[in-house]
């Protein structure tokens, strides 16, 4: 296709797609039955199409990533119920809104003893003081809340309001779900697609139902545009509609990605920790919080093994800083890689929850005597510091002397493994006990 004839189609396309209302709108379901990849919900039996059969629905939380039907859902929930649907969004309403959308339905319950289902969409970008408006009326079932977000709730929605609803979880759709939206889609534009054309919206839709609708409408008009007779979408077609794959990123993304980030790197998987990196710097994730992780990881995973590692990292999150990216993901990287390369320990990290463990359980023990300070006159008439022994007076540089309370002498927090640098430093600690009198400190 030359450019000259590309420029015509994407003209004509252009126009075709002005003309007609979005696919995705066409095709919105006008019954529960006809949503697609929700049957763990909405199958008969189900505990959320149980309560919308029985009219039992109390207030929910739909949480799902984008393009899964949680507003679509949401007013079908609506329909199927005896109470007015009254749509919000979090984006644009104010604790005003609330309190005269309260105040309505309080009226409208005194007056007719109709009931009110309150969709708050993108029910995550409410504040707290917003959310507390809207509790009472919750608590009292004056208001039946159906709130939609993309992000997890526990995170974002107020404990008392997510305690007072149910919360059920839209999953990305499925490839039979969307290769079942896709038909639905061309026979509702009396079109035809190829097995690879369609094969290719699926797998680039990313488990999001409105974005494949998008895709496919363009990928339509293309097609039709070149044979407005005989519209049969093509993996050209397909491919110029939709572009890259989608990278879909909220705040339960955010966590997922950098756990499993984190652990390919304890895993010593640098290729699957190379990935995780790229979908985070590429979904925007903030770099200074990569390189925390990093040099978080340094330690607790990868720790006396490596000692370098701590340094590598410290050095890759002032590069961040230093550098900025696009730049920085190189440091990033070299960071990364010398982890996952690197052999690990978490002994440091073993032995320090042990200790705060028994002192959460209350084992402290009294400061040996040697111990104590003795930096003034009135705290050494009282025997403080009497009997230390001062290690570099020594010419090994380490004497044996009590270091624990007499409560605790039995308490071995520091485990030793012998992975990496760390085994060569323990032997020479132990050489070091077994050359004077006294018990080692630990085995």
């Avoid at 290729?271 to 990196?277: N, P, Q, T, Y």
Wanted: charged share 25%.
């Amino acid at each position: 296709m030359s450019g000259a004839d590309g420029d015509l189609f994407t003209a004509a396309a252009e126009e075709r797609l002005r003309r007609r209302a979005p696919l995705a709108d066409r095709l919105r379901p006008t019954a529960l039955s006809e949503i697609v990849g929700q049957d763990h919900l909405l199958a008969p039996g189900r505990p959320l199409r149980a309560l919308v059969d029985r009219d039992r629905l109390s207030s929910v939380i739909l949480w799902g990533p984008p393009g899964t039907g949680k507003t679509t859902l949401a007013r079908l929930l609506a329909e199927n119920s005896s109470k007015v649907f009254v749509p919000l969004s979090a984006v644009t309403a104010s604790v005003r809104d609330i309190r005269d959308e309260v105040a309505r339905a309080t009226e409208r319950l005194g007056a007719n003893g109709v009931g009110t289902i309150l969709f708050l969409d993108e029910i995550h970008r409410f504040s707290k003081s917003q959310q507390d408006a809207l509790l009472p009326a919750v608590e009292t079932g004056l208001l039946v809340l159906i709130g939609a977000t993309t992000e997890n709730p526990h995170f974002e929605v107020n404990p008392p309001l997510l305690s007072r609803s149910t919360l059920f979880r839209l999953e990305p759709l499925d490839g039979p779900a969307l290769e079942q939206l896709a038909r639905r889609g061309l026979l509702a534009d009396g079109a035809e697609a190829s097995a690879d054309a369609l094969a290719h919206l699926v797998d680039r839709s990313a488990g999001d139902g409105r974005h494949l609708l998008v895709a496919l409408e363009v990928s339509i008009a293309i097609a039709a545009a070149r044979d407005a007779d005989h519209v049969t979408v093509t993996l050209t077609d397909a491919e110029a509609a939709i572009g890259a794959s989608v990278i879909r990123y909220g705040s339960d993304d955010h966590y997922d990605v950098v756990s499993a980030f984190i652990k390919s790197i304890r895993g010593s998987d640098p290729d699957a920790a190379l990935h995780w990196l790229a979908r985070m710097i590429a979904a925007g994730e903030d770099p200074r919080f990569i390189a925390r992780r990093l040099v978080v990881a340094a330690s607790e995973d990868v720790g006396l093994a490596d000692p370098t590692a701590l340094l590598i990292a410290d050095a890759a999150a002032r590069a961040v800083d230093f550098v900025g990216l696009p730049e920085a993901r190189i440091n990033l990287a070299h960071a990364t890689v010398h982890l996952a390369l690197a052999p690990k320990s978490n002994t440091a990290y073993a032995a320090c929850g042990r200790a705060a463990a028994d002192v959460a359980a209350g084992a402290f023990g009294e400061v040996p005597g040697p111990l104590r300070d003795a930096s003034t006159r009135g705290n050494r008439s009282l025997g403080h510091g009497v009997g230390y022994r001062y290690p570099h007076d020594d010419e090994r540089g380490w004497v044996p002397q009590q270091y624990l309370p007499d409560e605790l002498l039995d308490r071995r927090y520091y485990q030793p493994s012998d992975h990496g640098r760390e085994a060569a430093a323990v032997e020479a600690w132990r050489r070091r006990q077994r050359d004077v009198e006294g018990p080692p400190h630990s085995e």
